[in-house]
């Protein structure tokens, strides 16, 4: 038994296949992807969007009033301030300036109230100075002599009397060096070269040239005798 054909479908016919699928615009989405788009023209950061504002009612411009103009005036007084420094004007320096003088006179007034005032007729006294005791001069200690290097008994250049009387008798005695001395017992020039003399011949170094010393006298007694 053959089966019937399906409603609506052709006999011996191939049946059509659709070409596109038209369905029903979703408005809700497009709104979206509109609103996005003027957005991102207008430059607005992403998660913002546009808000319009309410219109106002009709007639309410008509309630708004006008703010009046500001002069000339009142737009130099900042500047004015401004130049005066710190923002004071010309009155407020003044009345700083009073203010200032007033407490250097104040100040003034106090200081000369603190300083007392000296009797007419009152004399200054000096201030007592420390009395220092003159210091007395101590004598000092006479200088010690210093030791003849040459003895005790030295003889020399411009000494006389007994003992030079006795150097020029024993010089006598020795040939050759006092030939023709004085005995006049003053130790002169020609008594200084005889005992120079005697001391070059017989070596005697201990005392000075031409002084009649320790060592000169215990060789010259030595060669003439006591």
């Known amino acids: 038994m053959s089966t019937p054909p399906a409603p609506g479908r052709p006999q011996g016919r ?9 369905r029903r615009r979703r408005t809700e989405a497009l709104a979206q992807l509109m609103r996005e788009h003027e957005e991102a023209m207008a430059g607005i950061p992403e998660g913002y969007e546009l808000v319009d504002l309410p219109r106002p009612a009709p007639g309410a411009e008509d309630a708004t009033q006008e703010l009046p103009p500001v002069s000339r005036r009142r737009r130099a007084e900042p500047t004015q301030r401004t130049r005066g420094g710190f923002g004071f004007g010309p009155n407020l320096r003044r009345a700083a300036i009073g203010v ?6 104040l100040v003034g007034f106090a200081a000369a109230l603190l300083v007392p005032d000296r009797a007419e007729g009152e004399e ?15 004598p000092s200690a006479p200088a010690p002599t210093p030791a003849d290097p040459d003895g005790a008994g030295t003889l020399r250049e411009g000494d ?31 008594l200084t070269e005889a005992v120079a003399r005697f001391q070059l011949w017989y070596g005697i170094r201990g005392d000075e040239s031409g002084v009649y010393g320790d060592d000169t006298r215990k060789d010259l007694e030595s060669r003439t005798g006591s």
Request: net charge neutral; glycine share 8%; charged share 15%.
């Open 124 to 138: 200054v006294r000096p201030a007592p100075q420390a009395v220092v005791p003159a210091t007395v001069p101590t």
């Open 160 to 190: 006389s009397g007994a003992e030079v009387t006795e150097l020029q008798q024993r010089l006598l005695r020795i040939p050759d060096v006092y030939t023709g001395g004085a005995t006049s017992g003053s130790y002169d020039t020609a």
């Open 100 to 105: 200032a003088v007033g407490a250097a006179a």
């Open 14 to 22: 191939r049946p059509l296949e659709p070409t596109r699928v038209v």
